[in-house]
């Protein structure tokens, strides 16, 4: 069981511990927690708690030099406890049984290597130990459009790694990954907390006390993307931690001033006087060097040709959005290689979408939100880094690493 001190996790820690103690199954479970270093001490603290209790499962409480992402800064990651770095660490050491650190970990892993990497290290080694095993992770459709791709793609190479045709599940071999509520909405977690008097994370009563919806409500690393917008409430719920994350890494008290405004592109932007987004798009283009105005040019174009020339995937519960902003689109149909999803090609790039569903859908708007975020990979649009992309960047971060 994968445990962040998040909602999702704890309700499914919750779930599993119940079933496996009904079952006689608890020498079964196991519950891991892969800790940030900077975090809300309530979340240290509800950790700690948590790791108290479950008694009868296995535990295990990492704490490695990873590679977490960083949006603060150009790096685009940052390493939770460093050894060279102690001096300014947020926090030491957990004092806990369970704790795996770099020198004690069984499982062989590089410096700073990505996260998710080192989990599924640790995850194999686990299931090279102890057998044939689920790795339960708490995430829900309803916050990704991946995440929502993953358990209802129809596709054959997502499809033939299902575990016993269970959507939810993907992997081979003695391990897989399961998503048991992966169709559960934000409401339904508050729910089960409530009717079966379960315990959460305190640090979300702060949350709502500070006026945020449910569905703002994060607990995760501090310094990914997600977190930009409620960065800034560190200051207030826990500012003895917020003084040691600012010299932690470069970049987090701007993020912490400017996350979530105009400053980032993260607030609605406004139009000009006299333009269309489309013209927009190209005043901004403009503005730009000859390279950096080439490599927006390049992805652009790419989006165009896909949903315009090729026809591009629509989720069929946003049809009805679509169709009330009467496009020029041909629907083509339902796809083939993912379930409730529809082909559109437009006969003219929308100029905007002005939607709940904004993001999903193609427009000159969004582009302009690529440019004004400083989204160099678009990945608003979708797009993400290629492999040429990956090695550029790190060559040039090595190279200028003793700047």
């Known amino acids: 069981m994968a445990f962040s001190g998040g909602k999702d996790s704890t309700v499914l820690l919750n779930l599993c511990y119940d079933y496996a103690k009904e079952h006689d199954l608890l020498d079964h479970l196991a519950m891991y927690h892969l800790d940030y270093e900077a975090q809300y001490q309530m979340t240290t603290d509800f950790v700690t708690e948590t790791f108290a209790g479950f008694p009868g ?20 990651k940052w ?29 062989k892993f590089d410096i700073g290597q990505k996260d998710y990497e080192v989990q599924d290290i640790f995850c194999k ?29 129809t596709a054959d190479s997502f499809v033939e790694h299902r575990y016993d045709g269970k959507k ?67 200051k207030v719920i ?6 040691k994350m600012i010299g ?3 970049g987090v008290n701007f993020a912490g001033l400017y996350g979530g405004t105009t400053a980032m592109g993260w607030r609605s932007i406004k139009l000009p006087k006299g333009h269309t987004w489309k013209s927009y ?57 993912y379930s409730n999803q529809r082909i559109l090609k437009f006969a003219q790039y929308p100029d905007d979408c002005d939607t709940k569903s904004f993001a999903d859908l193609p427009s000159y708007k969004r582009m302009c939100v690529c440019i004004l975020k400083n989204d160099y990979y678009c990945k608003y649009m979708g797009f993400s880094q290629t492999k040429d992309a990956i090695e550029k960047r790190k060559k040039t971060m090595e190279k200028y690493k003793n700047l």
């Open 79 to 107: 390493i939770p406890w460093e050894k060279e770095k102690r001096d300014i660490w947020v926090r030491e050491y957990p004092d806990s049984p369970y704790l795996i650190t770099e020198d004690t970990a069984e499982f």
């Open 168 to 234: 939810w599940t993907v992997g081979s071999g003695n391990l897989y990954k399961s998503y048991p509520i992966y169709d559960w909405q934000v409401e339904d977690v508050w729910v089960y907390n409530g009717k079966f008097e379960k315990s959460y994370n305190k640090l979300y009563d702060l949350f709502y006390q500070a006026g945020l919806s449910i569905h703002q409500m994060r607990v995760a690393s501090p310094f990914n993307d997600c977190a930009m917008d409620v960065l800034k409430f560190y």
């Open 125 to 153: 080694w686990f299931s090279d130990k102890y057998g044939k095993t689920a790795v339960v992770i708490g995430i829900r459709a309803e916050e990704s459009w991946n995440r929502y791709k993953l358990v209802t793609s």
């Open 248 to 250: 932690r890494t470069e």
């Open 281 to 337: 798009c190209y005043f901004l283009l403009s503005t730009l060097s000859d390279d950096l105005r080439a490599h927006y040019e390049r992805i652009f174009a790419t989006s165009l040709k896909y949903w315009c020339e090729k026809g591009g995937f629509v989720s069929e519960d946003i049809m009805d959005e679509v169709e009330a902003l009467q496009l020029d689109y041909e629907d083509c149909g339902k796809s083939k290689r």
């Open 238 to 243: 826990d500012p003895k931690n917020w003084g």
């Open 57 to 76: 499962i296995r535990k295990f409480w990492l704490c490695l030099p990873i590679g977490a992402q960083c949006a603060c800064n150009m790096r685009g």
